[in-house]
């Protein structure tokens, strides 16, 4: 079967192939070999719990000074980032938090 590539970047996928994916959103995307894989990702809601938010950050390795820095980062293009930080400290957490300036 053929899949199109549009002008903007996007793949049309023959009707037959997108049956077998029902409720699927996303796919994951690499390339092996010269060819374009596509995996099924189905999201799964952490919810409004920090506690999940952190465990999932743990699984995939994310530590507490990387949110730090990132913010950090962010802070210096948003005063968005204020509700962030507010956020973040009012959270009981596991680990030590940073002090973020």
């Not at 796919?27 to 596509?38: C, Q, S, T």
């Not at 509700?83 to 940073?98: D, L, T, Y």
């Amino acid at each position: 079967m053929l899949a199109r590539l549009t002008t903007k970047n996007q793949l049309t996928l023959p009707r037959d192939i997108v049956k077998e994916f029902q409720g699927i959103e996303y796919f994951d995307v690499a390339i092996a070999d010269g060819r374009i894989l596509l995996a099924p990702v189905r999201m799964q809601p952490l919810g409004v719990n920090p506690d999940g938010i952190r465990k999932k950050m743990e699984k995939l390795g994310i530590m507490p000074d990387d949110v730090t820095s990132a913010i950090r980062w962010a802070g210096k293009r948003s005063s968005a980032c204020a509700g962030i930080r507010r956020m973040i400290h009012s959270c009981p957490a596991p680990w030590p938090q940073a002090p973020i300036a």
